[in-house]
């Protein structure tokens, strides 16, 4: 059974850190790219950033561009989005998400279909 599960989301002040984790069932091995996107209340999903260790590859939105860095442990099945110099407009739930082939639009929500459940972050200004 394929299955994403994320951790470290919280509440944190304006210029704060947090590191959100995205452990993957075995199944998902290093073929995997793995992304991370997020959801504010009465937004759309947004791309943040994909990854895909084995050949180095990884794009970010320009909103996060500098701020957040994206990795992925393959020996540990965990994909990793270190989030600094948080600002509120971070706020939203984060959520994992993998699939075996890049899709045309990285970023794009709708052509990812492996997801997690999503973990909540909160930013105070």
């Known amino acids: 059974q394929v299955q994403l599960v994320e951790s470290g989301g919280g509440s944190v002040q304006a210029g704060g850190s947090l590191r959100l984790s995205c452990a993957a069932s075995?199944?998902?091995?290093?073929?995997?790219?793995m992304a991370w996107f997020r959801q504010a209340p009465g937004k759309a999903r947004e791309g943040v950033a994909v990854?895909?260790?084995?050949?180095?590859?990884?794009v970010y939105a320009d909103s996060v561009k500098g701020r957040f860095t994206v990795s992925q442990d393959n020996a540990k099945d965990t994909a990793y989005l270190q989030m600094n110099s948080l600002k509120p407009e971070d706020t939203g739930m984060y959520y994992c998400?993998?699939?075996?082939?890049?899709?045309?639009?990285?970023?794009?929500?709708?052509?990812?279909?492996?997801w997690g459940q999503g973990t909540q972050v909160t930013v105070s200004s």
């Open positions: 998400a993998a699939a075996r082939w890049l899709p045309s639009q990285p970023l794009d929500a709708y052509e990812w279909g492996l």
């Open positions: 990854v895909r260790a084995r050949d180095g590859f990884a």
């Open positions: 075995s199944v998902i091995d290093s073929r995997f790219y």
